[in-house]
């Protein structure tokens, strides 16, 4: 059996007491409301039996802060979703025109053809954009094959004789390559 996990981390500076408390406060009714939906798990050890959420071991996603610095994560698998909403709730509150990004890794621990990939999401206090690597593949490999052309002589164009698969917009990693 193999497992699937999703990673991300990254910091959003807050500018006072009073946003950090404000957070705070919403992650926890959102860890309170996630507990709610999913319950709670007894864990016994020993003579001892500990109630345990389920957010606490299985958390979504996990916070931390530092001041006023709060870090966003997930060390085994979180829900991005969650975050960008979370986020998007404090832009709305307090700084309307900040804009705040993050980016996520899919892993699994077997080599499985498509369960490694990413997303990356934009928030701000108006909407929340996303875009997934096997999205961005996918528009990719769609243009390629709409656009034979574009493997060879440039005669045979999309409808409008637009390419749809412009090859210059790849971007080297390597200026001098």
């Not at 530092?66 to 979703?81: H, K, M, Q, Y």
């Not at 498509?114 to 593949?137: L, Y």
Request: one cysteine or more; charged letters at 25%; glycine letters at 8%.
């Amino acid at each position: 059996m193999a497992n699937s996990y999703t990673h991300f981390s990254e910091e959003l500076e807050l500018k006072n007491e009073e946003e950090v408390k404000w957070m705070k406060e919403r992650f926890a009714e959102r860890r309170r409301s996630f507990e709610g939906a999913h319950g709670a798990v007894t864990l016994l050890e020993g003579e001892e039996a500990e109630a345990l959420s389920c957010c606490e071991s299985m958390a979504d996603f996990e916070i931390d802060f530092s001041g006023n610095l709060v870090t966003f994560f997930a060390e085994e698998s979180g829900n991005l979703d969650d975050v960008a909403s979370l986020v998007q709730e404090y832009l709305q509150k307090f700084d309307l025109a900040r804009c705040w990004a993050i980016a996520e890794a899919h892993g699994c621990s077997k080599p499985r053809a498509g369960e490694f990939g990413g997303a990356a999401c934009f928030v701000t206090a108006d909407g929340i954009r996303w875009m997934s690597t096997s999205g961005w593949v996918h528009v990719q490999a769609t243009a390629w094959n709409t656009c034979k052309s574009c493997r060879g002589p440039r005669t045979d164009h999309a409808p409008g004789g637009k390419c749809l698969f412009e090859p210059t917009t790849f971007v080297k990693s390597d200026p001098d390559e």
